[in-house]
Each structure stands twice: as structure tokens, then as C-alpha cells.
């Protein structure tokens, strides 16, 4: 059983067995093509999905205050994805994307080859994401930042896909507000928070996920029409990354030190019930599980 689904199931007991379940989600790829263009998966659906994997590139800058010493507590900002640096930049796909799903299939369309994806070669399709994320230095090893700890940010959601001219492009599909993160073990950091618009998404790409077995009033179960549901239904989230220690180097700023690295993990969405929304922010992450390592 994967880390993920203890995760969840441990918080369900913590919440009287009926508090938050592990949640599938899947993916209506109606729609999403550009101009009259062509997916290549016309009116298809996914099937059921346990996760999402990741890869992904990032770049944090620790400010180390007036003694220019990096130490824990210090304030820093990480961008990633296709964002890195914090410039956005779509050419940056190949290396910041979904890797693929669990459980996967080869059926739909899904890639990480940003030169397939055109509607002459079948229509390929890609998912990407963008991180601004802001904390502070958690734990020190040595010279090394050994975790840092996340209290907010957000995380964008992009469809990848041909724009009509030969190349590629990315649409916002949905947010990820980040609430806060687990530094425990830094082997499978776990940053976590809810699904959120902005209300510019374009209505064929905002209902491109959905929540199996959950919707609002009966009828939409798009993670858009949860979120715009009265009362709201929270969908939460949750990633598994590895985070190893890492050396900061001098710059760009006077008393500045960057981190740059390479990374690969896993999403999953649940949807906790009010009562045990809570324990999403705090005891969701603290209740000593065993971890996995994720390889890269």
C-alpha cells in the first residue's frame, strides 16, 4: 500500500473512520483542443486515477538576514516548473511536467516529448505546473540545508498543448493554494493545501479534472464545479517530493544564497469532511507514518 493511501486512511481513523477518504480522480479531455483543432482523443475520458507523478526543476533564494549566514529560520522563495527562476517559460515542459499517472495508460494521449504534441502526429497532450512558494529554513546539517518549511504560495496547473502555429503552448486549468508543508523527512518532503481558481481559466479547461464520487448538489463533479459549489467543497491536496541536502551558493542578492535542484514525486487530491478539514494543517502530516523514498 502506498504511502499516500496510508496517509489518508490514517487520517480517516483519526477522524472516526469517516472524516476524509482517499479520492480518484480523472481527466475529461473534451474540448481541450485550440481553434478547431484536434486532440487527438476527441470526446474521451481518462479512466480513474490514484496520483499523479512529477518531475521537476526549482530555485530557491534564502535571504540570510544581516549575519549572511544561512541559518534555520531564515526567509526564503522557491519557484519551479515552468516558472523556474522565476521567469515562465513553456520551452521549459520537457524537464517540469506530469510524468504520467497511477494507473497509467498508454491510450490517452498523455506526453512528456513537448515535439509530439501537435495535432499532424495524433494530437499529444501534456501537463505542466508553476510554483511560487514562500517559508523558511527548517533544519541545518552542517553548511547544508538538510529541510525548509513552506507557510504559503501558490501552485498553477497547466494544459500543454499545440497552439495552432507549430509549437506549444500553456493554459491554466486550476491553482493550488499552499497552506503549509511537513520538513519532518526531508527524504519525502510533503507540501500540501487545496485545488483554487483564479476565474480566468477558460471554461473548456476548467473542468479538464474531476472528483470520482464527489459532487455538487448531485449534478458536476469537475474539480470547478466543487470549488464554485454552495457551501464550497474543499478538495485538498497533497505532494510527496524528495528533498536531499543541498549546499546553498552565494548570490544573487548581498546576504542572499541560492538552491537549485532537481525533483521527482507525487500528487493526490482527497476531500476531508468539515470536521477534519483541520487535521489537513496539522496533524494530517504528524501521525508517524512510515515514508517511502521516491527514486529519481
Known sequence: MKMFQKTIIALALAGGCSGAFAGQFYLDLTGTANGGGNLGVGDSMTGLKNE???????????????????????????????????????????????TGFDPGSDSEGITNDSTIIDDATG????????MNLVGEVAAMSGLAVESVEYTGGLIEVWLIREDGAGGIEAVNAFDMTVTGSDPSNPENFLIYGNVSFSGNEPAAVRDLFHYNGKTCGGAGDSFYDLANCV?????????????????PVAGPGQNEFTIAGDHDGSIVFVVPEPATLFLMGGSLLGLGLSRRRLSK
Open 52 to 98: 499523479a507523478t512529477v518531475q521537476y526543476n526549482s530555485n530557491t533564494i534564502i535571504d540570510a538576514g544581516g549575519d549572511g549566514v544561512v541559518g534555520v529560520g531564515d526567509a526564503l522563495t522557491t519557484t519551479g516548473g515552468l516558472n523556474v527562476g522565476g521567469v515562465f517559460n513553456v520551452a521549459n515542459f520537457d524537464s517540469n511536467h506530469v
Open 123 to 130: 494530437g499529444a497532450w501534456g501537463l505542466s505546473f508553476s
Open 231 to 247: 457551501p464550497p467543497v474543499e478538495i485538498a491536496f497533497v505532494i510527496d517530493q524528495n528533498l536531499n541536502n543541498v549546499v
